[in-house]
Antibody, heavy 117, light 107 residues
């Protein structure tokens, strides 16, 4: 079964660093783009970017470029999304999803990030 | 960047009704539109890809159509389990983007 398993909820203070993960299984992880999608509380879906595990080629939305960093560890079949300094406005659910041809066909359950002083 | 505008933003319909949700794009494209269903507390679920291709296992009452700048998701006979928010998404150009969502309720 193709699965994406995301790391657990995070509670951070403004200014702290954060790295969340997304582990793929049941398929050839390196050969499928992995994307990240933000959903702020009560709001819609926002496309953050995608990364190709085989060569770490990454495409960012201008809205998130410079705010987050996507990375992968092929040996661990894991994708990461990280912040150097989180802000209260980063409070949201973050989904990873597999992106074979443009559409996201398999989704993780999401990682809830709460940033509060 | 391609902007997607969905209409309506919310919709209330009766069981058995035919429901249509529109997604209008700021630039024309084809074979690059997907539709998702999201129920409360769950991740989105892919329903339709490449404008009109139904994902395996998705009920046949769901269908997608359109090209150019106008796309439609149709539910032929609304069922209680279809209560959800629906999103369109384009993959024609980076950055890919989602519509703002359409919340569907049962009357």
């Amino acid at each position: 079964e193709v699965q994406l398993v995301q790391s657990g909820p995070e509670v951070k203070k403004p200014g702290e660093s954060l790295k969340i993960s997304c582990k793929g299984s049941g398929y050839s992880f390196s050969n499928y783009w992995i994307g990240w999608v933000r959903q702020m509380p009560g709001k819609g879906l926002e496309w953050m970017g995608i990364i190709y595990p085989a060569d770490s080629n990454a495409k960012y939305s201008p809205s998130f470029q410079g705010q987050v960093t996507m990375s992968v560890d092929k040996s661990m079949s894991t994708a990461y999304l990280q912040w150097s300094r989180v802000k209260a406005s980063d409070t949201a659910m973050y989904y990873c999803a597999r992106n074979p041809t443009g559409a996201f066909d398999v989704w993780g359950r999401g990682t809830m990030v709460t940033v509060s002083s | 960047a391609i902007q997607l505008t969905q209409s309506p933003s919310s919709l209330s319909a009766s069981m058995g009704d035919r429901v249509t949700i529109s997604c209008r794009a700021s630039q024309a494209f084809s074979n690059d539109l997907a539709w998702y269903q999201q129920k409360p507390g769950q991740p989105p679920k892919l329903l339709i890809y490449d404008d009109s291709s139904l994902v395996s296992g998705v009920p046949s009452r769901f269908s997608g159509s359109g090209s150019g700048t106008d796309f439609t998701l149709t539910i032929s006979s609304l069922q209680p389990e279809d209560v959800a928010t629906y999103y369109c998404q384009q993959s024609k150009n980076y950055p890919y983007s989602f519509g703002q969502g359409t919340k569907l309720e049962i009357k």
